[in-house]
Structures are given as C-alpha cells and as structure tokens.
C-alpha cells in the first residue's frame, strides 16, 4: 500500500517560516489528491490545503491563506507545504494525507503520515 512521511517541524519564532515534506511510497502518491492537516492540542483535525496530482492546489484555510503554499515534486514522490510568516496559533502537529478526492474533511482522506510538530514561539 506505501506509507507517508512528514519531516522539517520544529520550533520557530513567530514571523519565521518552515517548509514541511512529505514522502509518499508505494501507491500513496498516486492518489488524485496529496493533502496537509492540523491537529493542536484539544482540537479538532483541521484541513490546512491540498494538491492534485496535476500539481494545481486547492483552496487553503482563511487563516493560512498567503502564507502557506503547497507543492509537490513528482520525481521525488514529495509533497511541500511551506509555511511563512508563522504565528503562535499554527502551532500543531501537522500530518500528510493521500485521497481520492479533495476534501476538508480528514475523513476523506485513506493514508495518513505519522505527523510532526511545528511550534511557534511568540
């Protein structure tokens, strides 16, 4: 089936960026949509954005919008969300996601990567 990898969450001042991977083996990467969740402590899961496999991307959340961008890299079965001008409310452990669809809903989603932390001191 393949499995998911996060990398490069750690902790950040505010107004810092990270850039998180994500790499699919298997036959995760080919799933029709590669998409990037949230999960702070006591909350619920939270869409962040997805990908097509085109390459095109969907609609992010309001709060991340213009500051998050996701990628991917065919060749390198990786998927990036880059993360700049990061505030003290992204803090969360951030997980990868491989569906058939586009969806908010975590759900949707069939594989799920491990997750990393990403802090945001203020």
């Known amino acids: 089936q393949g499995q998911l990898v996060e990398s490069g969450g750690g902790l950040v001042q505010a107004g810092g960026s990270l850039r998180l991977s994500c790499a699919a083996s298997?036959?995760?990467?080919?799933?029709?949509?590669m998409g990037w969740f949230r999960q702070a402590p006591g909350k619920e899961r939270e869409f962040v954005g997805a990908i097509y496999r085109s390459g095109i991307a969907t609609d992010y959340r309001d709060s991340v919008k213009g500051r998050f961008t996701i990628s991917r890299d065919n060749d390198k079965n990786t998927v990036y969300l880059q993360m700049n001008s990061l505030k003290p409310e992204d803090t969360a452990v951030y997980y990868c996601?491989?569906?058939?669809?586009?969806?908010?809903?975590?759900?949707?989603?069939?594989?799920w990567g491990q997750g990393t932390q990403v802090t945001v001191s203020a």
């Open positions: 996601a491989a569906g058939r669809r586009a969806s908010m809903d975590w759900q949707e989603y069939d594989y």
């Open positions: 298997g036959r995760t990467f080919s799933s029709p949509v």
